[in-house]
């Protein structure tokens, strides 16, 4: 199982640019790089996935550099509504997506 | 977009009795899991189910604890005997394939007394 790590908390305001980077050193070939949303009381949400390159839908961008041992999602213009903790997974061989610690995002006015 | 639906949202039993927690996963996803989260703690795989049957469970999913899919549309977590610790939001969720971003419930919060 391919082990994340993520900074525990991050904090940022309105309007600006969020970038949370992951690394996931022993990623496997086939795995994908997803990453899931949490509020307070709620299920995780989808995001983003990717495998490598440059992702990019609706609310978000993700990063994957060529050797993919780490990715970057990339939330433009946070609002106060996108504080949220910010979950990245890498299925290392293993198909259960498992969750760490996330990262605490907090947008401050 | 389609939704996975838990019931009920909050759940008090005493310690010792058996809770049932019901998901309706979406309509045409094949892999189903349970989820929990302690409050303030990271969320936690229970258990996965494919093809009417467990394929991965938790150290967490012992003998208190079973899962059903009763008639193609609900899937149940039993746990048998409550105990304090097993106060938790559970989650449910559903993939259509193994590889498939999962979609999760808004959760079951079950308080042991």
């Known amino acids: 199982l391919a082990k994340t790590t993520q900074p525990i908390s991050m904090d940022s305001y309105e309007g600006q640019e969020v970038n949370i980077t992951c690394s996931h050193n022993?990623?496997?070939?086939?795995?994908?790089i997803t990453w899931y949303q949490q509020f307070p009381s709620q299920g995780p949400r989808f995001i983003i996935q990717?495998?490598?390159t440059k992702v990019t839908n609706e609310v978000a961008s993700l990063f994957i550099p060529a050797d993919r041992k780490s990715s970057t999602l990339s939330l433009p213009r946070v609002s106060l509504s996108d504080t949220a903790v910010y979950y990245c997974l890498a299925r290392g061989g293993s198909y259960i997506p498992t969750f760490g610690r996330g990262t605490s995002l907090i947008v401050h006015p | 977009e389609p939704e996975v639906t838990q019931t009920p949202s909050h759940q008090v039993t005493q310690m010792g009795q058996e809770v049932i927690l019901r998901c309706v996963p979406i309509s045409n996803h094949l892999y189903f899991y349970w989820y929990r989260q302690i409050l303030g703690q990271k969320v936690e795989f229970l258990v996965s189910f494919y093809n009417n049957e467990i394929s991965e469970k938790s150290e967490i999913f012992d003998d208190q604890f079973s899962v059903e899919r009763p008639d193609g549309s609900n899937f149940t977590l039993k746990i048998r005997s409550t105990k304090l610790e097993d106060s938790a939001m559970y989650f449910c969720?559903?993939?259509?394939?193994?590889?498939?971003?999962?979609?999760f419930g808004s959760g079951t919060q079950l308080s042991v007394l």
């Open positions: 990717g495998y490598k």
């Open positions: 969720a559903s993939s259509w394939t193994v590889d498939e971003k999962l979609f």
């Open positions: 022993n990623i496997a070939t086939n795995d994908y």
